[in-house]
């Protein structure tokens, strides 16, 4: 089983873990390893990347479908696709692992490690550490970069691929035939896949 690397809390606070989840192949195998470990997360999704709107639809029912299974709660941000296209614009030609998506990590992490402080989540971590097809580094720059402003909240930069998560990834996928998208989500991710 995956070793849990917990980051230290200040004042010795316990640990109440918030887990921003992308879609139901990355999360599956990650809450079930937090469930094991009795740390009992919240989900939030905040994903206003994903293009079209059909396609958010289908990877948060997809998402929901499988937490409920789990009796995990789920937590959704609103949708504001304008406003995330407005912070990326002029980065619209980078390439996947760019500009463009560092700047999207920390947008969508932004917004969870907002909703951690408020709610007195004490770690943050992200779904996003679990896909072969981004940046590990990346995304834990920006992990980090999005509780700067939320001293109660703690990124937890755990790398979700290993102890066998990758493998039990795919057999959850296949064994509860979630949809499994084809490009990362935004409008630009769709041509380079
Ligand atoms: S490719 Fe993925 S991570 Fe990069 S900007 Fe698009 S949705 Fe965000």
Not at 136 to 146: P, S, V, Y
Request: aromatic share 12%.
């Amino acid at each position: 089983m995956l070793k849990l690397m917990l980051p230290s809390l200040p004042e010795g606070r316990p640990p109440k873990v918030l887990l921003h989840a992308c879609c139901a192949p990355c999360s599956s195998a990650i809450v079930e390893c937090l469930l094991a470990h009795e740390l009992h997360p919240t989900v939030y999704f905040c994903n206003p990347n994903i293009f079209p709107l059909s396609e958010y639809e289908l990877r948060k029912q997809e998402l929901i479908r499988f937490l409920e299974m789990q009796s995990v709660p789920f937590v959704e941000d609103d949708y504001d696709h304008e406003r995330w296209s407005h912070c990326m614009f002029g980065l619209e030609e980078e390439p996947e692992r760019g500009r463009r998506c560092s700047l999207c990590f920390e947008y969508r992490l932004r917004q969870a490690a907002a909703y951690a402080a408020e709610h007195g989540f004490t770690l943050l971590t992200t779904t996003l550490a679990s896909s072969r097809w981004k940046n590990l580094e990346q995304i834990n720059q920006a992990g980090l970069k999005a509780v700067s402003s939320y001293p109660s909240v703690t990124f937890w930069p755990q790398n979700w691929r290993k102890g066998g998560l990758q493998e039990r990834r795919n057999e959850l996928l296949k064994l509860n035939a979630f949809y499994n998208q084809q490009y990362c989500g935004c409008e630009y991710s769709m041509r380079s896949r």
